[in-house]
């Protein structure tokens, strides 16, 4: 895994360089997403269905206003996500292989903090606890977003015993949706 430069990696300078703006939405808004585009990448015009859906205009990248601490390690996310969309990757692939792209920062503080907030953590952070396997992965996902975790104890197949683990290894954005 390559090690963590802070100087080497400015998303929003390059973001910034090809025209497009980075806007903060309230949460209410974004929750469910997190972060998502609409923007021209060499010639290609790349939006995820999320990003029409919420009618993102051309050349945006919106992010909720809970990531702000955060932006470095989102942006990156999303640049390489469109980097790999525009190389023809479907949104999920495109979206996988940005997360293994954002492995650059492991060690950085706030992005291990950041990874391990229950409604921006990976699949395999959670799949590594004993007792989750990618099928609750999966419904955990489902249910998103969360803003409290005691709300993951009425998602099924988390039983007390997992959502004891679920806690003691996430946290969760304080929040009143």
């Known amino acids: 895994m390559a090690e963590y430069d802070p100087d080497a ?3 929003r300078e390059e973001m910034e360089a090809r025209g497009w703006d980075i806007v903060y939405k309230p949460h209410e808004r974004m929750a469910r997403y997190n972060a998502f585009y609409n923007v021209e990448y060499d010639g290609e015009q790349i939006a995820p269905p999320a990003a029409r859906r919420e009618g993102v ?3 945006e990248v919106w992010i909720t ?3 702000r601490p955060y932006e470095r390690y989102i942006l990156h996310h999303e640049l390489n996500e469109i980097r790999f969309r525009a190389a023809g990757c479907g949104v ?3 979206h996988e292989r940005a997360l293994r792209a954002d492995e650059v920062f492991a060690g950085d503080p706030a992005w291990e903090e950041l990874w391990t907030e229950i409604n921006v953590v990976p699949p ?3 799949t590594a606890l004993r007792g989750f396997d ?3 992965f999966a419904r955990i996902q489902r249910n998103r977003p969360y803003c409290d975790m005691a709300e993951l104890a009425a998602v ?3 039983d007390e015993e997992r959502h004891e683990r679920l806690c003691e290894a ?3 954005f304080d929040c009143d949706l």
Request: glycine share 4%.
């Open 65 to 67: 206003e809970y990531l």
């Open 134 to 136: 990618e099928e609750l």
């Open 170 to 172: 996430f946290w969760c």
């Open 57 to 59: 205009p051309p050349n």
């Open 9 to 11: 990696i400015d998303p």
């Open 92 to 94: 999920e692939e495109a």
């Open 124 to 126: 395999t952070r959670v």
């Open 156 to 158: 099924p197949g988390v």
